[in-house]
T-cell receptor, first 114, second 115 residues
Framework: AQTVTQSQPEMSVQEAETVTLSCTYD???????LFWYKQPPSRQMILVIR??????QNATENRFSVNFQKAAKSFSLKISDSQLGDAAMYFC???????????FGQGTRLTINP | DSGVTQTPKHLITATGQRVTLRCSPR?????VYWYQQSLDQGLQFLIQ???????AKGNILERFSAQQFPDLHSELNLSSLELGDSALYFC??????????????FGPGTRLTVL
């Protein structure tokens, strides 16, 4: 069974600085998707960024980028120029290409200090 | 706004009772997924329906059941409720049976409190 591990329960960063959230996963599959979801205090789950395993190029969405290391099974999220609105729980998630379910990590609570 | 709607937003009930959570997927999405978010178990997949048929089952208790109707909305029924069933229940939807591009779009959730 696939597992996703987020080893940082909490992180904090100064506004306008850069922060990196870590995620590792375990799978025997070669084709899959990885995601970062943001859950602000409103509890809504918001998709931040998506990476397809067969694509070597790291995904980027504005201030959010990932460092995908397939051999190391590592998928970190970098947030540049942190803003107060980035404060939230961040969940890393895995999905096999032919699978139905998302497998989530335990989450990292990110605090932005003004 | 993801386009997925869930009702009610909040539900408070007593142990032993039965409740029904409702979800309407995004327009055009045929798959509906149910997830449970609790403090001790994190986010866990419960069950998936695709175009009215059950397609995948996760850690769903026998006291829980779900269905997807011809208009594609889905209901999650929770019965003989226990204190430990208190959680945030999310519905998500996607286009295909295995999610196409992989993306699932989440509704705002239903917060269930069992007293």
């Amino acid at each position: 069974a696939q597992t996703v591990t987020q080893s940082q329960p909490e992180m904090s960063v100064q506004e306008a600085e850069t922060v990196t959230l870590s995620c590792t996963y375990d799978t025997s599959e070669s084709d899959y998707y990885l995601f970062w979801y943001k859950q602000p205090p409103s509890r809504q789950m918001i998709l931040v960024i998506r990476q397809e395993a067969y694509k070597q190029q790291n995904a980027t969405e504005n201030r959010f980028s990932v460092n995908f290391q397939k051999a190391a099974k590592s998928f970190s999220l970098k947030i540049s120029d942190s803003q107060l609105g980035d404060a939230a729980m961040y969940f890393c998630a895995y999905k096999g290409r032919g699978a139905q379910k998302l497998v989530f990590g335990q989450g990292t609570r990110l605090t932005i200090n003004p | 706004d993801s386009g997925v709607t869930q009702t009610p937003k909040h539900l408070i009930t007593a142990t032993g009772q039965r409740v029904t959570l409702r979800c309407s997927p995004r327009s055009g999405d045929l798959s509906v997924y149910w997830y449970q978010q609790s403090l001790d178990q994190g986010l866990q997949f419960l069950i998936q329906y695709y175009n009215g048929e059950e397609r995948a089952k996760g850690n769903i208790l026998e006291r829980f059941s779900a269905q997807q109707f011809p208009d594609l909305h889905s209901e999650l029924n929770l019965s003989s409720l226990e204190l430990g069933d208190s959680a945030l229940y999310f519905c998500a939807s996607s286009v295909g049976v295995a999610g196409g591009s992989g993306e699932q779009f989440f509704g705002p959730g239903t917060r269930l409190t069992v007293l």
